[in-house]
Protein backbone atom coordinates (compact mmCIF):
# COMPACT_ATOMS: atom_id res chain seq x y z
CA UNK A 1 0.00 0.00 0.00
CA UNK A 2 1.12 3.40 -0.93
CA UNK A 3 1.97 5.67 1.96
CA UNK A 4 2.95 9.73 2.13
CA UNK A 5 6.29 10.73 2.34
CA UNK A 6 5.27 12.83 5.00
CA UNK A 7 4.45 9.88 7.30
CA UNK A 8 6.19 10.07 10.48
CA UNK A 9 9.33 8.11 10.79
CA UNK A 10 11.36 6.99 14.01
CA UNK A 11 13.36 9.38 15.22
CA UNK A 12 17.00 9.25 13.88
CA UNK A 13 20.02 9.54 16.60
CA UNK A 14 22.02 12.09 17.23
CA UNK A 15 25.40 11.29 17.62
CA UNK A 16 27.84 14.01 18.86
CA UNK A 17 31.15 14.19 16.96
CA UNK A 18 33.47 13.42 19.96
CA UNK A 19 31.50 10.45 20.12
CA UNK A 20 31.84 9.45 16.40
CA UNK A 21 35.78 10.54 16.55
CA UNK A 22 35.98 8.29 19.37
CA UNK A 23 34.47 4.96 17.91
CA UNK A 24 36.65 5.68 14.81
CA UNK A 25 39.94 6.07 16.59
CA UNK A 26 39.44 9.89 15.16
CA UNK A 27 38.31 9.21 11.79
CA UNK A 28 41.54 7.18 11.21
CA UNK A 29 42.74 5.50 7.64
CA UNK A 30 42.59 1.98 8.80
CA UNK A 31 38.89 2.70 9.68
CA UNK A 32 37.96 3.90 6.18
CA UNK A 33 35.72 1.09 4.09
CA UNK A 34 35.22 3.00 1.23
CA UNK A 35 35.26 6.41 -0.38
CA UNK A 36 33.56 8.09 -3.00
CA UNK A 37 32.41 11.55 -4.09
CA UNK A 38 30.79 13.25 -1.74
CA UNK A 39 32.67 11.63 1.47
CA UNK A 40 34.91 8.99 2.72
CA UNK A 41 33.04 6.00 5.08
CA UNK A 42 34.52 4.75 7.97
CA UNK A 43 33.73 1.69 10.23
CA UNK A 44 32.84 2.32 14.26
CA UNK A 45 31.51 0.14 16.71
CA UNK A 46 29.01 1.74 19.36
CA UNK A 47 28.95 1.15 22.89
CA UNK A 48 26.61 -1.85 22.70
CA UNK A 49 28.73 -3.41 20.22
CA UNK A 50 26.52 -2.79 17.26
CA UNK A 51 28.95 -1.96 14.03
CA UNK A 52 27.79 1.01 12.04
CA UNK A 53 28.77 2.84 8.55
CA UNK A 54 29.63 6.17 8.78
CA UNK A 55 29.93 8.73 5.45
CA UNK A 56 31.80 11.61 6.30
CA UNK A 57 30.77 14.59 3.66
CA UNK A 58 33.65 16.18 2.32
CA UNK A 59 33.09 19.87 1.86
CA UNK A 60 34.05 19.98 -1.60
CA UNK A 61 31.03 20.12 -4.29
CA UNK A 62 28.71 19.59 -0.99
CA UNK A 63 26.19 21.92 0.54
CA UNK A 64 24.03 22.23 3.01
CA UNK A 65 20.91 21.16 0.45
CA UNK A 66 22.60 18.72 -0.83
CA UNK A 67 22.80 16.71 2.90
CA UNK A 68 19.34 17.50 3.85
CA UNK A 69 18.42 15.93 0.59
CA UNK A 70 20.29 12.78 1.26
CA UNK A 71 19.06 13.04 4.95
CA UNK A 72 15.16 13.32 4.23
CA UNK A 73 15.42 10.40 1.13
CA UNK A 74 17.22 7.89 3.40
CA UNK A 75 15.23 8.92 6.89
CA UNK A 76 11.91 7.84 4.72
CA UNK A 77 13.08 4.28 2.97
CA UNK A 78 12.55 1.88 5.43
CA UNK A 79 12.42 -1.83 3.48
CA UNK A 80 14.92 -4.71 3.77
CA UNK A 81 16.22 -4.14 0.40
CA UNK A 82 17.28 -0.47 1.37
CA UNK A 83 20.55 -0.05 3.45
CA UNK A 84 18.99 0.98 7.41
CA UNK A 85 19.05 4.59 8.48
CA UNK A 86 21.47 4.86 12.45
CA UNK A 87 21.52 8.29 12.69
CA UNK A 88 23.74 11.64 12.03
CA UNK A 89 26.06 14.60 13.29
CA UNK A 90 25.79 17.60 12.25
CA UNK A 91 28.51 20.05 13.68
CA UNK A 92 28.78 24.09 12.59
CA UNK A 93 32.12 23.33 12.96
CA UNK A 94 34.63 26.85 12.49
CA UNK A 95 38.16 27.27 11.88
CA UNK A 96 40.28 30.30 10.71
CA UNK A 97 42.13 31.21 7.53
CA UNK A 98 44.39 33.91 6.36
CA UNK A 99 42.55 36.10 4.02
CA UNK A 100 43.89 39.06 2.98
CA UNK A 101 46.44 39.36 5.22
CA UNK A 102 43.63 39.11 7.82
CA UNK A 103 42.50 36.07 9.79
CA UNK A 104 39.12 35.34 9.70
CA UNK A 105 36.78 32.43 11.09
CA UNK A 106 34.85 30.27 8.11
CA UNK A 107 31.80 28.33 8.71
CA UNK A 108 32.88 24.68 8.15
CA UNK A 109 30.73 22.53 9.18
CA UNK A 110 31.08 18.44 10.02
CA UNK A 111 28.56 16.50 8.17
CA UNK A 112 27.92 12.52 9.26
CA UNK A 113 25.66 9.86 8.36
CA UNK A 114 25.27 6.68 10.24
CA UNK A 115 24.08 3.49 8.09
CA UNK A 116 24.17 -0.33 9.39
CA UNK A 117 27.30 -2.35 8.43
CA UNK A 118 26.79 -4.92 6.56
CA UNK A 119 30.20 -7.36 6.50
CA UNK A 120 29.37 -8.33 2.53
CA UNK A 121 30.72 -5.29 1.20
CA UNK A 122 29.55 -4.22 -2.38
CA UNK A 123 28.16 -6.04 -5.08
CA UNK A 124 31.10 -4.43 -7.45
CA UNK A 125 33.90 -6.27 -5.33
CA UNK A 126 31.62 -9.62 -6.35
CA UNK A 127 31.27 -9.41 -9.75
CA UNK A 128 34.46 -10.26 -12.31
CA UNK A 129 35.44 -8.83 -15.12
CA UNK A 130 35.03 -11.86 -17.26
CA UNK A 131 33.43 -14.40 -15.46
CA UNK A 132 29.72 -15.01 -15.78
CA UNK A 133 27.27 -15.46 -13.02
CA UNK A 134 30.14 -15.21 -9.98
CA UNK A 135 29.13 -15.76 -7.38
CA UNK A 136 26.72 -18.71 -8.69
CA UNK A 137 23.50 -18.49 -10.48
CA UNK A 138 21.61 -18.88 -7.42
CA UNK A 139 23.37 -15.82 -5.23
CA UNK A 140 22.65 -13.48 -8.31
CA UNK A 141 18.78 -14.50 -9.10
CA UNK A 142 18.55 -13.54 -5.00
CA UNK A 143 20.80 -10.46 -5.47
CA UNK A 144 18.50 -9.15 -8.92
CA UNK A 145 15.48 -10.37 -7.42
CA UNK A 146 16.27 -7.97 -4.09
CA UNK A 147 17.53 -5.24 -5.79
CA UNK A 148 14.37 -5.25 -7.94
CA UNK A 149 12.16 -5.17 -4.74
CA UNK A 150 13.79 -2.40 -3.28
CA UNK A 151 13.51 -0.06 -6.51
CA UNK A 152 10.34 -0.77 -7.10
CA UNK A 153 9.41 0.31 -3.69
CA UNK A 154 11.40 3.65 -4.17
CA UNK A 155 9.42 4.00 -7.04
CA UNK A 156 6.23 3.24 -6.11
CA UNK A 157 6.44 2.65 -1.86
CA UNK A 158 4.39 5.99 -1.64
CA UNK A 159 2.64 8.61 -3.13
CA UNK A 160 5.72 10.56 -4.32
CA UNK A 161 8.85 8.57 -5.77
CA UNK A 162 12.29 8.84 -4.59
CA UNK A 163 14.66 8.13 -8.11
CA UNK A 164 17.90 7.02 -7.02
CA UNK A 165 19.78 8.02 -10.20
CA UNK A 166 23.17 6.28 -9.19
CA UNK A 167 22.48 2.55 -8.68
CA UNK A 168 25.45 0.22 -9.91
CA UNK A 169 27.16 -2.11 -8.18
CA UNK A 170 29.36 -0.39 -6.15
CA UNK A 171 26.14 1.12 -3.85
CA UNK A 172 24.56 -2.07 -3.90
CA UNK A 173 25.39 -3.85 0.01
CA UNK A 174 25.57 -6.86 0.58
CA UNK A 175 24.08 -8.63 4.43
CA UNK A 176 23.82 -11.47 5.93
CA UNK A 177 22.98 -14.35 3.27
CA UNK A 178 24.08 -12.19 0.65
CA UNK A 179 21.25 -10.16 1.01
CA UNK A 180 21.60 -6.48 -1.21
CA UNK A 181 20.44 -3.57 -0.22
CA UNK A 182 20.43 -0.23 -2.07
CA UNK A 183 22.30 2.62 -0.42
CA UNK A 184 23.88 6.09 -1.27
CA UNK A 185 21.25 8.22 -1.70
CA UNK A 186 23.70 11.35 -2.53
CA UNK A 187 21.84 12.62 -5.76
CA UNK A 188 18.71 10.99 -4.99
CA UNK A 189 15.69 13.27 -5.65
CA UNK A 190 11.55 12.74 -4.58
CA UNK A 191 9.42 13.48 -8.05
CA UNK A 192 5.47 13.95 -7.10
CA UNK A 193 3.52 11.31 -8.91
CA UNK A 194 2.07 14.00 -11.54
CA UNK A 195 5.38 14.58 -12.84
CA UNK A 196 6.47 11.72 -14.69
CA UNK A 197 9.56 13.17 -16.48
CA UNK A 198 12.02 16.79 -15.92
CA UNK A 199 14.99 18.37 -16.92
CA UNK A 200 18.15 19.17 -15.08
CA UNK A 201 21.09 21.19 -16.05
CA UNK A 202 23.65 19.45 -13.82
CA UNK A 203 24.57 16.40 -14.67
CA UNK A 204 25.66 13.73 -12.21
CA UNK A 205 25.60 10.12 -11.90
CA UNK A 206 28.04 7.28 -13.32
CA UNK A 207 28.53 6.79 -17.13
CA UNK A 208 28.02 3.11 -18.04
CA UNK A 209 24.59 3.61 -15.66
CA UNK A 210 22.97 6.86 -17.35
CA UNK A 211 20.64 6.28 -20.08
CA UNK A 212 20.52 7.81 -23.21
CA UNK A 213 18.25 10.37 -22.64
CA UNK A 214 19.83 11.48 -20.13
CA UNK A 215 23.06 12.12 -21.49
CA UNK A 216 21.69 13.79 -24.51
CA UNK A 217 18.74 15.92 -23.05
CA UNK A 218 19.29 16.02 -19.14
CA UNK A 219 15.98 14.16 -18.80
CA UNK A 220 14.87 12.36 -15.57
CA UNK A 221 12.31 9.71 -15.40
CA UNK A 222 11.65 6.43 -13.95
CA UNK A 223 13.27 4.88 -17.01
CA UNK A 224 16.60 6.29 -15.38
CA UNK A 225 16.71 3.87 -12.56
CA UNK A 226 15.28 0.73 -14.22
CA UNK A 227 18.35 1.67 -17.48
CA UNK A 228 20.59 1.43 -14.23
CA UNK A 229 19.44 -1.70 -13.18
CA UNK A 230 19.76 -3.10 -16.99
CA UNK A 231 23.65 -2.87 -16.71
CA UNK A 232 23.51 -4.30 -13.37
CA UNK A 233 22.09 -7.16 -14.65
CA UNK A 234 24.43 -7.11 -17.75
CA UNK A 235 27.51 -7.23 -15.51
CA UNK A 236 26.22 -9.82 -13.25
CA UNK A 237 25.16 -12.45 -15.95
CA UNK A 238 28.04 -11.49 -18.58
CA UNK A 239 30.88 -9.48 -16.00
CA UNK A 240 32.37 -6.69 -15.89
CA UNK A 241 33.76 -6.44 -19.50
CA UNK A 242 30.37 -4.95 -20.67
CA UNK A 243 31.38 -1.47 -19.41
CA UNK A 244 34.40 -0.06 -20.65
CA UNK A 245 35.84 3.19 -20.99
CA UNK A 246 33.21 4.38 -18.81
CA UNK A 247 30.69 3.54 -21.24
CA UNK A 248 28.25 0.76 -21.08
CA UNK A 249 27.51 -2.09 -23.62
CA UNK A 250 24.54 -0.33 -25.12
CA UNK A 251 25.79 2.91 -25.02
CA UNK A 252 28.82 1.64 -27.45
CA UNK A 253 26.57 0.04 -29.79
CA UNK A 254 24.33 3.36 -29.72
CA UNK A 255 27.59 5.13 -30.46
CA UNK A 256 28.46 2.86 -33.20
CA UNK A 257 24.85 2.59 -35.03
CA UNK A 258 23.65 6.36 -33.91
CA UNK A 259 20.44 8.22 -34.68
CA UNK A 260 18.91 4.53 -35.60
CA UNK A 261 19.45 3.14 -31.90
CA UNK A 262 18.80 6.63 -30.12
CA UNK A 263 15.40 6.40 -31.33
CA UNK A 264 14.33 2.94 -31.11
CA UNK A 265 15.85 3.25 -27.54
CA UNK A 266 13.65 6.22 -26.85
Known amino acids: MESSLQDASPQPREFPLEYLQRITNNFSEDNIIGEGGFG ?11 VIALKKLTHKGLDDKEFTNEFNNIIRAHHQNIVQ ?3 YCYHPGTSWVMHNGQYIFAHEPIRILCFEYLHGGNLESHLSDDQPCRPDWQTCYKIIKGVCQGLNYL ?22 NMIPKIGDFG ?28 INKQEISPKYDVFS ?8 M ?4 YVKNGRSYIQQCRHKHGK ?7
Open 40 to 50: VVYKGVLDNGD
Open 85 to 87: FSG
Open 155 to 176: HNGHIDSIYHLDLKPANILLGN
Open 187 to 214: ISRIFPSTKTVTTTTRMMGTMGFMPPEY
Open 229 to 236: LGAIIIQI
Open 238 to 241: AGRQ
Open 260 to 266: KLKHASE
